[in-house]
């Protein structure tokens, strides 16, 4: 199957033996965009096993690059959560059902600065030395 790409949308094309031509002419299976992520049952079952698996590979790759996108926007928009959590837990003084998720946040906080001591852009604490 070849698969062409026209703008944000994919064309999938199967060359099928033509006897009155005598030669392959080219079928449009379909158009799908060019994101997809997973193949509509409808179309999985008119493709080939070897059509399925180039399209699955594909939309593996979609994914993958669909996840990097969500980390990235996760990363960018932090510093704003983190000012609507702050302004969140001083609008909630001394409510005893917070310790359990403070805890929880405390914990995950640890794990983002451990991350960013890995990637380079933490900061390490200077002890004084005696």
Known sequence: MQIRRRNQSLSLIRAVYCPTLGRCRSVTLATVPADLQQ????LWER??????????AICARNRQADVGRRRAAHAEGLPEILRQVAA?????PHVPDL???AEQSRNEWSDVLAAMCEAGVGRTRRRRGG
């Open 47 to 56: 493709l080939t096993e070897p059509e399925r698996d180039q399209l699955e």
């Open 99 to 101: 310790a359990v998720l």
């Open 39 to 42: 193949v509509p049952l409808a």
């Open 88 to 92: 969140w837990y001083r609008s909630h």
